[in-house]
Nanobody, 129 residues
Framework: QVQLVESGGRLVQAGGSLRLSCVAS????????LGWFRQSPGKEREFVAS????????????TYADSVKGRFAISKDNAKNTVYHKMNNLKPEDTGVYYC??????????????????WGQGTQVTVSS
């Protein structure tokens, strides 16, 4: 079983940038597919980004929610057993608790919570206007 711990969330002004980290322990993530979700106040947890492992490449194929395309970037460093989430041009609507998780089944459409497991405890991102 892999354990995930997120960090890097904080208060930031609109237009600013943050990089979240998700450190894995218990297993190496070389062959894991991973994703980031967020939960805003009063809303359900929603998919933000995912990275599908390519074993011969320390990277992977990425997928993003439409709302963050061009602003957010997910990346994976197998050597550090860490997934990163770089967020640029942040908006107040990006506020929420950000979680990383392991993709446990291939999504049939847009990725949902049910496709993921081994959730971290989350890190709070607050974007002020």
């Amino acid at each position: 079983q892999v354990q995930l711990v997120e960090s890097g969330g904080r208060l930031v002004q609109a237009g600013g940038s943050l990089r979240l980290s998700c450190v894995a322990s218990g297993r190496t993530i070389n062959n894991y597919d991973l994703g980031w979700f967020r939960q805003s106040p009063g809303k359900e947890r929603e998919f933000v980004a995912s990275v599908v492992s390519i074993t011969w490449w320390n990277g992977g194929r990425t997928t993003y929610a439409d709302s963050v395309k061009g602003r957010f970037a997910i990346s994976k460093d197998n050597a550090k057993n860490t997934v990163y989430h770089k967020m640029n041009n942040l908006k107040p609507e990006d506020t929420g608790v950000y979680y990383c998780a392991v993709q446990e089944r291939i999504p049939t459409g847009r990725p949902t919570e049910g496709d993921f497991g081994s959730w971290g405890q989350g890190t709070q991102v607050t974007v002020s206007s």
